[in-house]
């Protein structure tokens, strides 16, 4: 059930940090989200996962040390799963690391060139990185070439705002007709 305690991890990990009533909640929850991810790295030491249930704990306490060594073990052991990548590229784009964190985007699509949070994660890498017209370029190629691989126009709304194109962003997210 090592999974099963990673995965709870993250969401309560995820629950915590956007519902938490306030500062002991927050850290209370947190606390067990711990709990329950170093239970996972307890029942399976070689399972990704489980590392990167701890790191994203570590990532939202802001212990960056921590939770990069954890993501790289997280990383290291399950070097195909898509999720532990994608979550290695946001903070890697945290670190400054902008130049892995992009080519750990594109790695991401190269392992599932099917899913479209993999490209997603790339457009919001570049946004992350200040490449706002690369990462309008992108969306738009992605959403002409397979618009089923692109399901994120907020993303392209994001773009199109820091590019100054407001009204055009506004369309995107729905605003206006």
């Known amino acids: 059930y090592a999974d099963a305690y990673a995965q709870r991890a993250l969401m309560l990990n995820s629950y915590a940090n956007n519902f938490a009533k306030g500062a ?27 590392h990167a249930a701890v790191a994203q704990v570590y990532q939202s306490n802001l212990q960056i040390t921590q939770a990069a060594r954890e ?20 903070l890697l784009l945290r670190l ?57 126009p907020w993303l392209i709304a994001d773009c199109l705002l820091m590019l100054g194109q407001t009204r055009e962003a506004w369309r995107q997210y729905g605003l206006l007709n």
């Open 96 to 152: 400054g690391k902008q130049a892995q964190a992009l080519k750990e985007a594109d790695r991401m699509i190269a392992l599932d060139p099917l899913n479209h949070i993999t490209y997603e994660n790339r457009v919001s890498a570049l946004y992350d990185v200040r490449r706002y017209q690369e990462g309008l370029d992108y969306a738009e190629k992605v959403q002409r070439d397979s618009p089923e691989l692109f399901r994120a």
């Open 71 to 90: 993501f790289e073990r997280a990383v290291q052991l399950a070097p195909g799963d898509v999720e532990i990548v994608g979550r290695h590229v946001f």
């Open 24 to 50: 002991p909640e927050l850290a209370s929850d947190r606390a067990e989200a711990m709990r329950f991810a170093q239970t996972a790295v307890r029942i399976a030491p070689k399972l990704g996962s489980g």
